[in-house]
């Protein structure tokens, strides 16, 4: 069903978001950024560090990429943030001309647990690739994304294992509101000092590990706090449950503005974006795509495929067959296959090639279903044959 637009008031004038078709929780819109326009709902690729791995920017415009991530903490490393602002910001640098968000490095405090120490002020790193120590503050951290130029910027937040009690989720999920206050003020700062500077938008993030009441908790208290231009939805796929993130996402649904975009970070497995979409949430990202086809694993519309398996030795079939990317388009299966046990460079880049372009068309049919009015038939179908796992049949 059609839904009215749904903008927004002045302070998310710059960020415009706009719905035009509804299905339950799911919706299709445009969220506009000042580097162009993104359907939603969308994946978008992780380029750690300015690059999505094996694949070059023209690759990512021809799959349909309208949207990348870049992380904080590993740019502030390599090659710093100095030189990225020098070379024109990260448009530039990496020569992408279409939105870009950046991550904070608030994950990195998850995934870095022995490397890093957490404080009332900030957090302290140990760097992974020389062991220099870091100090990320989150006033620092807005700075550090002022200087790379995203178009959506991220807070500092406190990340937790998705099994973690009520008492740490609490702890860190108040953490995460104190730091969003003084990103906010040292935001506002910066667009003072920088008037006329192309603009940025800053997602504040939702953390309330898979504790229902605390997550609603904290996102009432996060949109008190401000107009934002867009939500995220931080803290999931840490070790929790299906169930317990769905439920989670269900609350996000009901809690969080409906003429703002949602983004669910960190999630990008194939059946996690269709329940996502399911659930309202417009933005996701992940390194699954392409981490997954540097080891071999292809997402298809049947299930998983494993390319080194023997049984792909002599199969003449394209990955996908309903697969329009170009390596599902020019090579079989027992190329590729041949091509991992080989050790050459080609099957990896062309293996995520095809997971990324996978994704992002897996998001373009969610918006030509919800916009056809047949999202619910679409996603239960879609859901019941990946989950089959035929794929993986003789």
């Known amino acids: 069903m059609p839904a009215a637009s749904t903008a927004g008031p002045p302070g998310a004038a710059e960020f415009p978001f706009s719905v035009h078709a509804v299905a339950g929780a799911a919706r299709a819109g ?11 709902p969308a994946f978008m690729a992780v380029g750690t560090l300015a690059t999505v791995k094996t694949l070059d920017p023209q690759d990512l415009r021809a799959i349909g990429a309208s949207m990348i991530l870049a992380n904080t ?5 390599r090659p710093g943030e100095d030189v990225v602002r020098a070379l024109g910001g990260l448009h530039r640098f990496m020569h992408w001309d279409g939105p870009i968000l950046t991550d904070s490095g608030g994950f990195q405090v998850f995934s870095l647990e ?3 120490r957490v404080s009332e002020d900030g957090v302290e790193f140990r760097s992974h690739v020389d062991g220099s120590r870091r100090f990320f503050t989150p006033e620092r951290v807005i700075e550090i994304q002022r200087d790379l130029g995203a178009d959506v910027v991220m807070q500092l937040d406190h990340v937790i294992p998705g099994q973690s009690d009520l008492a740490q989720a609490r702890d860190a999920s108040e953490r995460s509101v104190r730091w969003l206050a003084r990103c906010q003020t040292a935001w506002d700062a910066h667009r003072a000092a920088q008037d006329g500077a192309t603009p940025q938008a800053l997602f504040p993030i939702v953390q309330g590990g898979t504790h229902t009441e605390l997550r609603r908790e904290m996102a009432d208290r996060i949109r008190a706090m401000s107009n934002w231009p867009g939500y995220a939805i931080g803290g999931l796929s840490v070790g929790e449950s299906k169930d317990d993130m769905h439920a989670v996402l269900d609350v996000a649904n009901d809690a969080l503005p409906r003429d703002r975009p949602r983004y669910l970070m960190g999630v990008g497995f194939p059946d996690d974006l269709v329940e996502g979409v399911r659930r309202g949430i417009d933005l996701f990202d992940c390194v699954a795509p392409t981490r997954m086809g540097r080891t071999g694993t292809a997402f298809t519309n049947y299930g998983r495929v494993n390319v080194r398996n023997a049984r792909w030795r002599i199969d003449p079939r394209p990955l996908d067959p309903d697969c329009t990317c170009s390596t599902c388009r020019r090579f079989s299966r027992a190329y590729i296959r041949h091509l991992f046990v080989s050790d050459e460079v080609l099957g990896l880049r062309l293996l995520s090639l095809h997971n990324v372009h996978f994704l992002v068309s ?4 969610a918006q030509g279903a919800i916009a056809g009015g047949n999202f619910d038939g679409w996603s239960r179908e879609w859901l019941g044959r990946y989950h089959s796992g035929s794929a993986t049949a003789p």
């Open 30 to 40: 445009v969220f506009t950024t000042p580097h162009g326009a993104v359907p939603t």
């Open 73 to 77: 903490y590993h740019l502030h490393l």
């Open 362 to 365: 897996l998001m373009r049919a």
């Open 114 to 116: 022995t490397m890093r």
